[in-house]
């Protein structure tokens, strides 16, 4: 097959899945033409690629350039992803290419939660999504709670949907050796947005401490909301107890996710939760809440816990039960490492993909 696949090449976590995708479809023998933007955060890649002519978003000249390459190479599929799929699909079904494919992966109620501008601006933006999305033929959703958004939201029928989670690369050679002593170490990683639900995490840090002083929280990450979290930590008198480290280079996020002794992931909505999966990867325990693909990753008593979301109560409380049994906390790092293993480990991921792909109809 001929295949056009779209995203921003970097070195981020989802770019780097797909360029493991687009080498696994390489040695099978297809030809892969990755449409990218220009980024100084460009690892090695070992496919043919080209860049949109503009930077996101995209504008009418990068249809025409789109167009103009579709007539040339003649694709069989394209794939499209974050801000090119409603320009891939635009010109591919102008072009008649046979299989357009759309990769689903944030929900449109976490969407409306970040969202700034105003209420009719997004309904009208959910109007076009949903027009759009009718010239697509398949759709690869990162989980069942992305699968059923597509279907409630956007009309998208059942049939037209196969799920297929994010992984990421096993850096590890080995679980680190883990013992509980001193400090427990609570760590967060993610944008500072409403639907992150850092807020709430800060408030069940300040039920924690009240009941144990032994314990701290680290929050990797920035985004509109830091300076109120900030606040909001110095009100409740966590000043010496909540970090905020800002933004890191993903290859160091592992390294926190390491000298963690339970990752935590408050979202009020989520499609899936990469770095749930980064912390099983290195046998850290889960903490998250019961929403979207969080609960597709994290198995509740086993590799950690589930709550219920936007309760500082209820996550105090999964925090505060990882530690109730020693034996069963090494437990849960051995079964952490081992469901990443089983479930969300990149080799295994994009070679059940590239099956998929292979079996599409042209």
Not at 11 to 39: N, Y
Not at 82 to 101: E, Y
Not at 173 to 196: A, C, D, Q, S, W
Not at 225 to 246: P, V, W, Y
């Amino acid at each position: 097959m001929n295949i056009f696949l779209s995203f921003t090449i970097s070195k981020s976590k989802v770019p780097r899945q797909f360029l493991a995708l687009c080498d696994e479809l390489t040695s099978r023998g297809h030809k892969v033409t990755v449409i990218s933007w220009k980024t100084q955060d460009v690892p090695n890649v070992n496919v043919k690629t080209v860049d949109f002519p503009s930077r996101r978003p995209t504008k009418l000249k990068d249809l025409v350039f789109l167009l103009k390459l579709i007539k040339k190479e003649r694709p069989d599929l394209l794939i499209a992803n974050f801000g090119s799929v409603n320009l891939m699909l635009l010109a591919g079904f102008f072009m008649g290419v046979p299989v357009r494919v759309a990769w689903y992966r944030t929900l449109s109620e976490a969407l409306r939660h970040d969202w700034r501008g105003s209420n009719l601006a997004f309904f009208l933006l959910k109007v076009r999504k949903r027009l759009v999305y009718k010239l697509a033929t398949h759709f690869v959703a990162n989980s069942k709670a992305a699968l059923l958004d597509l279907s409630k939201t956007f009309a998208v029928p059942l049939k037209k949907i196969v799920v297929f989670h994010n992984a990421a690369f096993d850096i590890m050679e080995h679980t680190n050796k883990r013992e509980l002593k001193g400090e427990k170490k609570i760590v967060f990683v993610g944008r500072l947005y409403p639907t992150k639900g850092v807020d709430v995490l800060i408030r069940a840090l300040d039920i924690i401490v009240a009941r144990n002083k032994s314990y701290s929280l680290i929050i990797i990450g920035d985004g509109p909301l830091k300076s109120k979290l900030e606040s909001l930590s110095n009100r409740l008198g966590l000043s010496q107890k909540c970090t905020f480290i800002g933004a890191v280079p993903n290859d160091k996020v592992v390294d926190y996710f390491k000298s963690a002794d339970v990752a935590v992931v408050p979202s009020r909505n989520e499609a899936f939760g990469i770095v749930a999966i980064e912390a099983l990867m290195v046998g850290t325990p889960v903490v998250a809440s019961r929403v979207g693909g969080l609960v597709e990753i994290v198995r509740n008593g086993i590799d950690g816990f589930l709550v219920e979301p936007d309760s500082p109560k209820a996550l105090a409380k999964g925090v505060l039960s990882v530690f109730e049994d020693e034996a069963k906390y090494y437990q849960m790092c051995q079964n952490a490492r081992q469901r990443f293993l089983d479930k969300f480990e990149v080799s295994r991921v994009v070679q059940k993909q590239a099956d998929w792909i292979e079996s599409l109809e042209l």
